[in-house]
């Protein structure tokens, strides 16, 4: 009758195996580093992308300094005009007795926040000053005070909240800033008591009130 063999199973050295473990080691290792390395990509990435959108929404200007003038300049809102209601009815085509209107009949269409080199139609600036935004109207204000108030027009570009600056011809250096029934009228550019204005009005308008 034949002996059975025992299946001998082979071992693995001593040294071997010390040696596969470090391999492992190692290579857990730089898969660790590999995953840090990763992570702090995308951390520059959403870092980039958050910049990229907070840049897109404000135009790349700083508010702070926007608001810091703005506290500075709330003095000047005790020269603020408030103006009775004239109604809001929405008319194909509406005239007003002021040069610049702030509350009545308007076209049914707002106006887009922004910096306009023309004259704009009063009916459509109303409409938007029901909307809550600003509007800023210049003549002849220098190129340094005309890139701030493009500035301010590329900051606050919400259509609840934006502001739009337009030309008015024959005004000179006044700049005039109109509200839903308010108006400010400076005979030259501050921009403390302008962005005051902006900042107490600005996102108010009885439409849709937004701040």
């Given at each position: 009758?034949?002996?059975?063999?025992k299946?001998?199973?082979?071992?693995?050295?001593?040294?071997?195996?010390?040696?596969?473990?470090?391999?492992?080691?190692?290579?857990?290792?730089?898969?660790?580093?590999?995953?840090?390395?990763?992570?702090?990509?995308?951390?520059?990435?959403?870092?980039?992308?958050?910049?990229?959108v907070?840049?897109?929404?404000?135009?790349?200007v700083?508010?702070t300094a926007?608001?810091?003038?703005?506290?500075?300049?709330?003095?000047?809102?005790?020269?603020?005009?408030?103006?009775?209601?004239?109604?809001?009815?929405?008319?194909?085509?509406?005239?007003?007795?002021?040069?610049?209107?702030?509350?009545?009949?308007?076209?049914?269409?707002?106006?887009?926040?922004?910096?306009?080199?023309?004259?704009?139609?009063?009916?459509?600036?109303?409409?938007?000053?029901?909307?809550?935004?600003?509007?800023?109207?210049?003549?002849?204000?220098?190129?340094?005070?005309?890139?701030?108030?493009?500035?301010?027009?590329?900051?606050?570009r919400?259509?609840?909240?934006?502001?739009?600056?337009?030309k008015?011809?024959?005004?000179?250096?006044?700049?005039?800033?109109?509200?839903?029934?308010?108006?400010?009228?400076?005979?030259?550019?501050?921009?403390?008591?302008?962005?005051?204005?902006?900042?107490?009005f600005?996102?108010?308008g009885?439409e849709?009130?937004?701040?």
């Amino acid at each position: 009758m034949a002996k059975k063999h025992k299946k001998r199973t082979k071992s693995t050295p001593s040294h071997q195996s010390k040696t596969g473990g470090a391999t492992r080691r190692r290579s857990r290792g730089r898969f660790l580093k590999l995953k840090t390395w990763e992570l702090g990509v995308l951390a520059v990435i959403a870092g980039l992308v958050i910049w990229a959108v907070a840049t897109e929404f404000s135009g790349g200007v700083d508010e702070t300094a926007f608001l810091r003038l703005a506290a500075q300049g709330r003095e000047r809102l005790s020269d603020v005009v408030s103006v009775a209601d004239a109604g809001n009815a929405h008319i194909p085509d509406a005239t007003y007795a002021s040069d610049y209107p702030t509350t009545g009949p308007h076209n049914p269409n707002p106006l887009s926040p922004g910096f306009y080199s023309s004259e704009q139609r009063p009916d459509r600036l109303v409409h938007s000053l029901e909307h809550g935004m600003i509007v800023i109207y210049y003549d002849e204000p220098g190129d340094d005070i005309a890139d701030q108030l493009r500035d301010w027009a590329a900051l606050y570009r919400g259509p609840w909240s934006g502001v739009i600056v337009t030309k008015k011809k024959g005004q000179g250096p006044e700049i005039v800033l109109a509200a839903w029934r308010n108006l400010l009228r400076l005979p030259t550019f501050e921009p403390t008591g302008a962005a005051a204005f902006v900042d107490r009005f600005r996102g108010r308008g009885p439409e849709n009130p937004v701040r």
